[in-house]
């Protein structure tokens, strides 16, 4: 060790020592007491803050290494005698070294241990904490005026602590917890900071806030104003400016990003959003917060990769209420058909899973929409516009005018919550649409070609998709032109039949009978949809129907005539009464047994002979075993007058020379 290292650590110990002689000096010619430490205390934090500082515990006071004084079970008890807003476990004031040895107390710093603040907000937006921030605004006032600061301290830590903020008005009531917060007391520069971590509904986060000028904030005047949070939930970042008075303003830049905007929703609202979608989330905003509503203009909102631009707005006071106007580019809707599935995953049976209304309670908004083009699973639209709406419980889907299966949509959805579910009703027109993929991605439907009008208006209730088709009312027409009927060649078959009525090709249920016209008016009474008028006009084929089509089961009972048409002026040459029985997606069609034995030449004749009931029947029960068929297919009951079609051709039925047939 050289010579001048050990003559200064010599001169550091000298200096130390005499340094703590002096103390010492001073502690003994001015003896320093415990009481008047604390009341020394309690009269700074009372004069920082305007509340009334009561001590319920005992008052301790020690030296070194710091002066320190520490009030143990603290309140402050507002200037009417409230309820204390603030109750600490413990109030620590560190004391400055020069004034206390001619006597004085000084606070340079305080510390809250395990305090909990309690922030009540009425019905004129002012809280329990205003007459704190008057209090400050006329100290720095007066500190101002006198050319110094009045108030002593710089900083205040808080420890561990709790944040409860009421706002009966609103129905607010949330809880700040293991809040580890350093404030930047404005003592000896005109600005006000605070930073630490603080956990909100079980998410811990980082927060920092400044106000550039806090003495200009509180006597209403604009004063720069900056916050930081970052956490799992949500990072948000906003530089602007504020003002206290009459009411709080702030305007700036907002910018926002999560990596999950339904779990940034759920964390908030403190309920699961239901349905899919609501990914990765970011926005910027030019941003206005006056009287309990944010204003954001100048919006670019990016969700799930589709990327808006336009206003929003977001009250605050009173109920909820979210307002505004987007357009969109290019808007795919594929995570989101979750939330809207009509079918079941199997796409043969309706959705039973229950529907979720529960956050039609929290909210109400009105946004309009515009988009250049929409994309989902099974479809994609053009240029769309549509305001989506939820007010009262009630949530409507209005679509002015939508491009889509090379048509034109428009109409109009809503529903309800109701105690047993959902009350819905619907109006929507479809304008020169493709038929066979609209009713495929609406319905399931794939039997229809062509381009045609839809018109739909139906109401019902229930608590699932498979609840509401059990309870619909309503109508539906469909008018097409120059289209097909797909899965079935009914031309060729009946040319068959013409020809043998008593026998036929292998398989029928195949290829496509072309229309010129087809017309289609149901009336849908509690999921039953009844055929008023089904008119099939072609160049070769006329086909008429009635009967019924379950819409929860999703299958059809109809009767109806299949006729070949000959040469316009001559009448048809071939009619044949039919069934159709089965699901939509893979319907049976059956003709009438009798009309087909009766165009047979032998077998008319034996059909006739028979007058006795169930001699007939025997007759057209041998028939139908000399065909080889059997019992009809489950899912079509059997009938007096029916017989399955395709059927196997039988080598037995070739009839003889004469017409007669073969014993």
Known sequence: MSASTGFKRLGIAVAALASGGLIGLAIVSNPISTETAGNAVMAEVKSATGFEPTVRGPVSLSIFPAPQVTLADVALAGPDG?????TAERLVAYIRWLPLLVGRYEVADLALERPRIAISIDGDGRTNWSPLVDRLARAIRAGADAGGQSLSF??????????????GTRGLDETLEHVELSLAWPSITKSFAATGQLAWRNAPLDVALAIGDF???????????????????????????MSYRPSVKIDGTLAADSDSLRSTMGWISGK???????????????????????????????LDGNVAEGVLSYAMSGRRMLQGTLAVDGLDLTPYASAVRLLAADAREWNQKPLALDWFDDIDFDLRVSAARVVSEQTELGRAAAAVTLRDGRFVVTVGKAQGFNGVINGSLAISK???????RSQVQFTDVDLDTSLADLFGIRRLEGKGNLSLAFDGQGDSVLALTRTLNGSAKLIATDGALTGFNVEQLLRRLERRPLAGSTDFRSGRTPFKTLDIALKITKGTARVEEVRFEGTKVRLALNGTASIPTRDLDLTGTAILLAASDTPPTFELPFFVQGSWDDPVML???????????????LLDAVTDHRARNAVRS?????????????QAPRRDVQMPIPFEPSPQLDL???????R
């Not at 710089?154 to 706002?167: K, L, N, P, Q, Y």
């Not at 003495?215 to 949070?229: E, N």
């Not at 041998?622 to 489950?634: E, M």
């Not at 003889?656 to 073969?662: K, Q, R």
């Open 82 to 86: 409230d309820d204390a807003p603030l």
């Open 154 to 167: 710089s900083e205040i830590r808080i420890a561990d602590g709790t944040v409860v903020v009421e706002d």
């Open 215 to 241: 003495s200009a904030a509180l006597a209403g005047d604009t004063s720069g104003f900056k916050l930081r949070i970052a956490g799992k939930p949500v990072n948000l970042a906003f530089d602007g400016a």
């Open 272 to 302: 699961q959003i239901p349905g899919g979608g609501l990914g990765r989330f970011a926005l910027k905003a030019s941003t206005s917060l006056v009287g309990g509503t944010i204003g954001l203009s100048n919006l670019n909102i990016e």
């Open 418 to 424: 109701t105690d047993g579910g959902a009350d819905m």
């Open 591 to 605: 003709p009438d047994t009798q009309a087909l034995i009766r165009h047979s030449g032998a077998a008319a004749p």
């Open 622 to 634: 041998a028939v139908d075993r000399l065909l080889g068929q059997g019992a009809l297919p489950a």
């Open 656 to 662: 003889l020379p004469g017409g007669e047939p073969p």
